[in-house]
């Protein structure tokens, strides 16, 4: 059977956004649609049977200097599921994205805040406002909370509605976007307060009109950092709850049920940053008391590279590094 060349790109960019919103989560049509609306823009016009590796590979280009490798996977990605499903309906006869190399990823290193930094967080929040004389922001200081110590997504906090809150049990349900199942979240007695004072029919962080949640506080979180001087985002309070209980004796697979992991890898990020025995491992390659070898002027040498004062060191009954200095 010949493919069905004539439909153009555009076109079937909405079939095949309709699909997706009968298998998908919201959240991810949401992504779809922003990725393939740049294809729309680059491919303005096209047939879909008319746009060919080569194509693709130009788009790649035009991308690079604008969008990080990861954006770009991600768009590559949505597209090569586009045209597979283009070829499952015989409306394309081959998949012109299968050959195209994605970029590669280079993680970025996590920017952990401290517990003293989300204590100082919180309280601005409940510090008197000059203007007003209330609260600088309640509001920021339960989603602080919940999402620091439950590890919960920033999506997963925001949709919380009261009748998933079972103050019985000290348990939160919560629909996990990215498979479809519920997970059940223990809650300690801070989370606990916060929840029990928000409880409400529907959602406990309404949006002003009160027919859905909020979407957006990145501005009220931004203006919180700006005035305590810390520079992490909101995303980070996740890694900070796993690398806290890790960091306390929690076993690993157990952080992993907590977090939602769906693999070992994930959660195995954080151990390095978490277990007081890798710094115990890297202090064994520390120098250790000064000794009569090169070393022994090591620490002299480097205060003086870096432009501070020669620092007197014991030597065990050897003098100082000053004396024992050629």
Not at 148 to 154: D, F, P, V, Y
Not at 174 to 182: I, L, N
């Amino acid at each position: 059977m010949r493919a069905n060349e004539g439909i153009t790109f555009r076109r079937f960019v909405g079939y095949y956004l309709r699909y997706c919103r009968t298998y998908n989560t919201p959240m991810t049509v949401m992504n779809k649609k922003t990725y393939l609306r740049r294809y729309l823009k680059h491919f303005a016009g096209r047939k879909l049977g008319d746009i060919k590796r080569i194509d693709i590979e130009r788009y790649v280009q035009v991308r690079r200097p604008t969008a990080s490798n990861a954006i770009i996977n991600r768009e590559l990605s949505t597209l090569r599921h586009l045209f597979n499903y283009a070829v499952a309906l015989v409306m394309a006869e081959a998949n012109p994205v299968k050959g195209v190399r994605f970029l590669r990823e280079q993680r970025k290193p996590l920017n952990l805040p401290t517990a003293e930094d989300i204590m100082v967080l919180l309280k601005w929040c409940l510090a008197p406002n000059p203007r007003t004389g209330a609260a600088n922001d309640l509001v920021l200081f339960d989603l602080i909370v919940i999402a620091a110590m439950t590890g919960l997504r920033r999506g997963n906090v925001v949709n919380i509605e009261g009748e998933n809150i079972d103050l019985t049990r000290c348990l939160l349900a919560v629909a996990v976007s990215k498979t479809g199942d519920v997970q059940y979240i223990p809650l300690n007695d801070t989370v606990l307060r916060v929840l029990t004072r928000r409880k409400r029919p529907g959602f406990i962080f309404p949006n002003r009109k009160g027919d859905s949640h909020i979407k957006d506080f990145r501005r009220h979180f931004a203006a919180a950092k700006r005035a305590v001087g810390f520079t992490f985002h909101f995303r980070d309070l996740r890694p900070y709850a796993g690398t806290e209980m890790l960091v306390k004796g929690v076993d690993v697979r157990t952080v992993q049920g907590l977090l939602g992991h769906a693999h070992l890898a994930t959660t195995e990020r954080y151990l390095i940053i978490a277990k007081p025995r890798c710094r115990a491992a890297v202090q064994l390659l520390d120098f250790g008391p000064p000794a009569p070898s090169p070393n022994l002027f090591l620490p002299f040498l480097y205060e003086r590279a870096t432009g501070l004062e020669p620092a007197t060191l014991s030597l065990e009954g050897r003098g100082t590094v000053e004396e024992a200095r050629p």
